[in-house]
C-alpha cells in the first residue's frame, strides 16, 4: 500500500489496542498484524474467568438474490449495543476466497455497518485459512507417504475418504486421480473447500489447543483392507498439524467502522459445514463482554439449526435471544417476483413471501430462543409492503423492528438493540436441542427434515443407509448431523422458493466426522467444492495506483 492510502486508512481506523481497551483486553495480550488487526492470546480475558455475557444469534429468512444484510445486521446490532452502553463484543466467521473470487463476493458487511480493514479481512486476515488448508493436505500427503512406504497400517487406498483442500473454487479438481507416474497407488480422490473440510469444522469447534490435537487423532481417514476404521492419529500427522494450527487457533480481533470489537475467527460454511465461528473467539467474547453478538450462515434453516445443534451443544452455550433479518425486497422474490422487477411495489407479494419469514420465526422458536424480527430497509420499501412484513410478525406474537444500520450506523439499529436487550434480559430463554444425542443417526435426519425443513419424509440412498448403520455400530451414534443442503429453498430443489412442503428430502450419501463430532448428510446435488460462475468476480478485481484493492466488495 502507498504511502497515501495507509495515510488515509490511518484517519478512519482506530489503532488495534485501543480497541482492544474497549474489549477489556490489555494490550499485551496481542499478537499484531500491524495497525489494524492482532490475534488475541488464548486466555486473554481479562475481566474475569466466567463466562457472563448473553449469547444473541442473528440469522435470516431463506437467501435470495436481493439480499438480507445477516453480516450487516450482525454489525449494527453490535454497535448499537455497544452506543446504548452495553459492552459488546461482535462475532463473525472470516470470509472464504472462494465467494470472493466467485458470485457473492466480500463478507464484512455494508454500508456504515462494516468490519475493516475490508481488503485484508475478505483476503488473507492473519492467514488462519492458509494454515488450516496446509494441514489438511499435510495430513493427505502422510496417509499417500505411509503407503508408498510398505504399508505398514494395511490402508486400503480405495477406500482412503480423507480429502485434500483448497479456498478457491475450481470445480475441475472435485473428482481426481493421484500417483499417477509411479508416484504410489494410483487412486481415485478428489478436492473439498477449505471451508468445508473436517479440519475447519474441528478447528472451530475445538476448545484448547489440546482439545484441538484430539479432535485431530479422532479424525477416520478411511479404512483398513480388514475393513477397520483408521483414524489421523495413526499415520501420526496429527502433531505436525496442530503445530501448523497453533497460531491460527488464537482469535483475530478487529474493528467496525463505529469502533466496536469484532473477533472474526473461522469460517466453515454453513450449506456444506456447520456454519459457525470459532468457539474459542465466542468463549472470548463471552467472557469479556456484557454482550456477544454472533451470526450463523445462510437461512435459520441451515445456519441457526446447526448452531444450537452441533455448535452450543459441543460447547455448552446458551442463547439468550435470536434476531431473523428479512427484507421486503427478498420477501417478494419469495412471493415469486423475479430480480428484475423488485422495484415495482408489491405488496401481496410480500404478503405471499411472508410465508419464508413466518417458517424461519416458528423453526427458531423451537428451541426455545426468543426472537425478534429485524426488518432491514431499502429506501424503495413502501408502507403497504413494510406493513405487510409488520403484520405477518403480529400474527406470530414476535416483535418486528424497521434498520436503518448500513446507511446510518449505529443509530440506526437502536430500535432493534433495545429489543434484543428486553428478550435477552427478560429470561424468557430455555435453550433446547432439536434432538436428543441418543437418537439415531436416521431419526436425527428425519426429524430436522419433517419439523425444520417441513419435508413429508427423507428418502436415504443406499449406500448412506448402509454408512448409518456402519457409524452406529463404530460408536458414532450419539453424534448430531449436519446437514448439507442448498441454502435457497427448504427443500433441496433451489428453485423452491418460499415455503414449500409435500417434498421428500433425497440423502445421496453421508460422511463421518468424528473429529469434529458430527455426521455430515449430503442432500440433493449438493457439492462441497463449488465451481466458479461464467463472470467471477475475479476479473474485476485489481490494485489501483494508490495500492487499494479495488471491486472486491
Request: glycine share 12%; aromatic share 6%.
Amino acid at each position: 500500500m502507498t504511502t497515501d492510502a495507509a495515510i488515509a486508512r490511518a484517519a478512519v481506523l482506530k489503532p488495534i489496542e485501543e480497541i482492544a481497551a474497549r474489549a477489556g483486553l490489555d494490550p499485551a495480550a496481542l499478537y499484531r498484524y500491524g495497525p489494524f488487526k492482532a490475534k488475541v492470546a488464548l486466555g486473554a480475558a481479562a475481566r474475569g474467568a466466567e463466562r457472563r455475557g448473553k449469547l444473541v444469534l442473528v440469522t435470516a429468512i431463506s437467501p435470495t438474490p436481493a439480499g438480507e444484510g445477516k453480516t450487516t445486521t450482525t454489525i449494527g446490532l453490535g454497535d448499537a449495543l455497544n452506543l446504548s452502553g452495553r459492552r459488546t463484543v461482535i462475532c463473525l466467521r472470516e470470509p472464504s476466497l472462494g465467494p470472493c473470487f466467485g458470485m457473492k463476493g466480500g463478507a464484512n458487511g455494508g454500508g456504515r455497518a462494516q468490519v475493516v480493514p475490508q481488503d485484508e479481512i475478505n483476503l488473507h486476515l492473519t492467514g488462519d485459512f492458509h494454515a488450516i488448508t496446509a494441514a489438511t493436505n499435510l495430513l493427505a500427503a502422510m496417509i499417500d507417504n505411509h503407503v508408498y512406504w510398505g504399508n505398514a497400517l494395511g490402508i486400503d487406498p480405495s477406500r482412503v475418504t480423507w480429502r485434500r483442500a483448497l479456498d478457491v473454487n475450481d470445480r475441475a479438481l472435485r473428482d481426481i486421480v493421484v500417483g499417477l507416474g509411479n508416484n504410489g497407488a494410483v487412486r481415485q480422490d478428489g478436492f473439498d473447500l477449505t471451508v468445508a473440510s473436517e479440519t475447519m469444522a474441528a478447528f472451530c469447534l475445538a476448545t484448547s489447543v489440546a482439545d484441538l490435537e484430539a479432535r485431530l487423532g479422532r479424525m477416520v481417514i478411511g479404512q483398513t483392507f480388514a475393513r477397520e476404521d483408521l483414524l489421523a492419529g495413526a499415520v501420526k500427522a496429527t502433531g505436525a498439524m496442530t503445530a501448523l494450527l497453533r497460531d491460527a487457533f488464537a482469535p483475530n480481533l478487529v474493528q467496525t467502522i463505529d469502533g466496536s470489537p469484532a473477533l472474526v475467527h473461522g469460517g466453515p460454511f454453513a450449506n456444506i459445514a456447520h456454519g459457525c465461528n470459532s468457539v474459542v473467539a465466542t468463549d472470548l467474547g463471552l467472557r469479556l463482554a456484557d454482550y456477544v453478538v454472533t451470526e450463523a450462515g445462510f437461512g435459520a434453516d441451515l445456519g441457526a439449526e446447526k448452531f444450537f445443534d452441533i455448535k452450543c451443544r459441543q460447547a455448552g452455550l446458551e442463547p439468550a435471544a435470536a434476531v431473523v433479518v428479512a427484507t421486503v425486497r427478498a420477501l417478494k422474490m419469495h412471493g415469486g417476483v423475479a430480480k428484475a422487477d423488485l422495484g415495482r411495489p408489491d405488496p401481496e407479494a410480500v404478503r405471499r413471501g411472508s410465508a419464508n419469514l413466518r417458517r424461519h420465526v416458528e423453526n427458531v422458536q423451537k428451541f426455545g430462543v426468543p426472537v425478534v424480527v429485524a426488518v432491514n430497509h431499502f429506501t424503495a420499501d413502501t408502507e403497504a409492503e413494510l406493513a405487510e412484513v409488520f403484520g405477518c410478525c403480529a400474527s406470530l406474537g414476535v416483535g418486528a423492528q424497521l434498520c436503518r444500520h448500513w446507511a446510518e450506523g449505529a443509530p440506526g439499529a437502536l430500535g432493534l438493540a433495545e429489543a434484543v436487550a428486553a428478550l435477552a434480559e427478560g429470561g424468557g430463554a430455555a435453550f433446547r436441542p432439536l434432538y436428543p444425542d441418543e437418537l439415531p443417526l436416521g431419526a436425527k435426519i428425519e426429524r430436522i427434515a419433517r419439523d425444520i425443513y417441513r419435508a413429508d419424509g427423507v428418502a436415504l440412498a443406499p449406500k448412506a443407509a448402509k454408512k448409518l448403520a456402519r457409524y452406529e455400530a463404530g460408536g458414532y451414534g450419539g453424534l448430531p448431523v449436519c446437514m448439507a443442503k442448498t441454502p435457497y429453498s427448504f427443500s433441496s430443489d433451489p428453485a423452491l422458493v418460499g415455503a414449500p412442503d409435500g417434498f421428500t428430502l433425497p440423502v445421496r450419501d453421508v460422511r463421518l466426522s468424528a473429529g469434529a463430532g458430527f455426521v455430515v448428510a449430503l442432500c440433493g446435488d449438493i457439492v462441497t467444492l463449488p465451481g466458479l460462475p461464467s463472470r467471477p468476480a475475479a476479473e474485476t478485481i485489481g490494485v489501483d495506483r494508490e495500492g487499494l484493492i479495488q471491486g472486491l466488495f
